[in-house]
């Protein structure tokens, strides 16, 4: 059974790099799925910020794509999510999970991490 595990700092100053990994067990990350990052904000809907595919190619949401990066490293089995120049609307619950699509997110699909919250506040 795959599993998912964020990681990362709680907490990152404004303007500064969010930087999480997801390290997976029980499936490469190079098999046939989306290897996602999705956050949920307080009050707020679940939003697709970005993924890889198995073969890295990056995919991410539009509105964010000039300030996020995400990379992998096939032999630790994680991948990284990294997003640029923060502000606080940057707070969210960030979750990585494994998906066979990418055109909406629900947590009734797919393999999902526990989550980590990610402030970003002074």
């Known amino acids: 059974q795959v599993q998912l595990v964020e990681s990362g700092p709680g907490l990152v100053k404004p303007s500064q790099t969010l930087s999480l990994t997801c390290t997976v067990s029980?499936?490469?990350?190079?098999?046939?799925?989306?290897w996602a990052w999705i956050r949920q904000s307080s009050g707020k809907d679940l939003e697709f910020v970005g993924a890889?595919?198995?073969?890295?190619?990056?995919f991410y949401r539009q509105s964010l794509k000039r300030r996020t990066s995400i990379s992998r490293d096939t032999s630790k089995n994680q991948f990284t999510l990294q997003v640029f120049s923060t502000t606080e609307e940057d707070t969210a619950v960030y979750y990585c999970?494994?998906?066979?699509?990418?055109?909406?997110?629900?947590?009734?699909?797919?393999?999902w991490g526990q989550g980590t919250q990610v402030t970003v506040s002074s």
């Open positions: 029980g499936d490469s990350i190079t098999s046939n799925w989306f």
């Open positions: 890889i595919d198995e073969t890295g190619r990056p």
């Open positions: 999970a494994r998906l066979r699509t990418i055109s909406y997110v629900t947590r009734a699909e797919g393999s």
